[in-house]
Structures are given as structure tokens and as C-alpha cells.
């Protein structure tokens, strides 16, 4: 079914991201880019819904849609004991059917982590990858965060094989209901990246995005001398405030878009602000999306 739904998109950011409870972990620079599809997000939701949400339902108040240390659904136990994510810090990865809270340890590691992505991004670094997860078994991509690293320690791949388990544990806290729950021992959490800070290239369906194989991307020199540094690799986890239902993207299998690449009518607030006060009818835009 073809789903047309009339929408005001603006690629200016329609609200800031700053400090949360708990933590009070800060968006920090956000680039053009991701104010942009923040605007998207808001503005598409009702496009998206239309074709994937059951009547009235909406989207979990999870444990991260406030920050980090909001009250959420227990994760239940884990199992082994291998690091979670590159960090010195022991966290027992969950069972593929629950999630974890972000609070204490796991809290603390993500914010160390924050805090090591702005130290490089202030020092020049650029966003390596925008990472997106999905279960194996839906079209749905979602937009979990963003990954850089110390290309004087170690290189690309090896830095997001590094935090993969960590990455994967935060998707299921973003998502718990789509990425974790009873029905997720049929699918497993498959990693997708683009190049950095291309959320409005994703959302208007001009690039494809790229699965991460964490075997096949081993290359023979090894990952490099920063394989095992803390301070390698940081990662800005995506958090949810003001409401937002959350960047994602339907997509084929393999990460190419289903549809044609087509273009969003680009708008400041002021222009938006000029055109409202005089009665102009804003331009909008269709979007076709999947039944």
C-alpha cells in the first residue's frame, strides 16, 4: 500500500539536544547533519507509522528516552564474562531476550565513552561511522549512534569491531521492544554503518548502508596498537528526548533502499516562522513508504 502522508520537513533543527537526567550526558556538537535529522524524525513519524504501527500503538518509554539512569524494564541476567565495548571495565553481556538498564557501571562506561568521542571530535577527529541495528528479521533500521577513533592507534574496522558488543547491548536499551523481548530468539542484531554524519543522505534514501561483518573486516596486519586502548575509540550514544520516536529507515536485507532517492524541501525556522504569519500554505512532501 502506497501511504501518502502530507509533512512540513525543515533540515534546521526544531529543538536542541542538551543535558539529561542522571548522567546529564550532553549532545555535544551536534553537526548540520544530525540537527537535520532530528527535524526528519520529528516530521516523519506519522509518514512511518502509517505503514509500520498497529492502531495506538506507540513507541516504549524505555530506559534511555529520558537518559541515562531513567527508570526502564529490568534486564534480567546475563551470562560469560566478556568485556562489553572497549573499556577496562567488566559489564556481562544479556541474554538476546532482555536488555539492560543504563545506570551504574554500564552508565559510566557509556559516558566515558561520550567523553572520549567529543575529546576527538574537539581535537579534530572526524565521525568514523553512523552505526544503525536491526533484528535479522524486519526491514526496520534503527539509528543507535555514532563511532570514532584514533586513526594514529587503530584503524576504522578494527575500532568498530572493538565497541560491537557494546553497540549491540545499547541498541537493545534504546529498542527493548524491537530488539529484545521474548520473540528475539528468532533473529539476531545485525550492525550497519554509513560514513559519518550522513543521517539526511540515509533518510532521503541516497546511500545505502553497509553491513558490518566483524570476521570478514579482520585484516592480517591486525587491528593495530590501539586494539586494546580505552581511549581509542569513542561513541556518542543516540538518546531520545522531547518526545522523539527515534530515527529509522526501512531498508532491504543487504541495506539498500527500497525506494528512490528523493529530495526534502529545504527550510530555516525563521523562513517557516515568515511564511505562518502570513497565511502561506508551507510546501510539503509525500512520502511513499512500504505497507
Known amino acids: 500500500m502506497i501511504v501518502n502522508s502530507l509533512i512540513f520537513v525543515s533540515l534546521w533543527c526544531l529543538f536542541s539536544r542538551s543535558g539529561v537526567e542522571g548522567f546529564k550526558l550532553m549532545r555535544f556538537g551536534a553537526s548540520a547533519a544530525s540537527s537535520a535529522r532530528s527535524a526528519y524524525v520529528a516530521a516523519s513519524t506519522v509518514a512511518f507509522c502509517s505503514s509500520h504501527c498497529d492502531e495506538g500503538d ?16 529490568a534486564g534480567g541476567g546475563g551470562f560469560g564474562s566478556k568485556r562489553v565495548g572497549g573499556s577496562k571495565e567488566i559489564l556481562t553481556p544479556t541474554r538476546k531476550t532482555t536488555y539492560r538498564e543504563v545506570r551504574g557501571q554500564y552508565a559510566r562506561v557509556l559516558a ?115 586494539a586494546d586502548d580505552d581511549t581509542a575509540v569513542g561513541f556518542e550514544p543516540e538518546i531520545y ?25 529545504q527550510k530555516s525556522p525563521t523562513e517557516l516562522e515568515a511564511m505562518q504569519a502570513v497565511g502561506q500554505e508551507i510546501e510539503r512532501k509525500n512520502i511513499v513508504r512500504d505497507p
Do not use: C
Not at 58 to 73: C, N
Not at 129 to 147: E, M, Q, T
Open 58 to 73: 506507540k513507541d516504549i518509554d524505555g530506559p534511555v528516552t529520558k537518559g541515562f539512569g531513567a527508570p526502564g524494564v
Open 112 to 226: 566515558a565513552k561520550s567523553l572520549i568521542y567529543e575529546k576527538m571530535r574537539e581535537g579534530g577527529a572526524p565521525t568514523t561511522f553512523d552505526i544503525y541495528v536491526r533484528a535479522s528479521n524486519s526491514d526496520i533500521f534503527w539509528f543507535v549512534g555514532k563511532l570514532n577513533h584514533d586513526q594514529s592507534k587503530i584503524d576504522a574496522q578494527a575500532a568498530l569491531r572493538l565497541e560491537l558488543n557494546l553497540i549491540q547491548e545499547y541498541a537493545k536499551s534504546l529498542r527493548p521492544r524491537e530488539l529484545s523481548g521474548p520473540l528475539a530468539v528468532h533473529f539476531e542484531l545485525e550492525v550497519f554503518t554509513t560514513p559519518g554524519n550522513n543521517e539526511m543522505n540515509v533518510a532521503q534514501n541516497k546511500i545505502a548502508l553497509t553491513k558490518f561483518d566483524s570476521f570478514s573486516s579482520r585484516t592480517d596486519g591486525g587491528d593495530g596498537d590501539g
Open 241 to 265: 528526548q522531547g518526545g522523539e520516536e527515534g530515527f529509522r529507515v526501512t531498508r532491504n536485507a543487504d541495506g539498500s533502499p527500497k525506494k528512490a532517492a528523493f529530495e526534502i524541501n
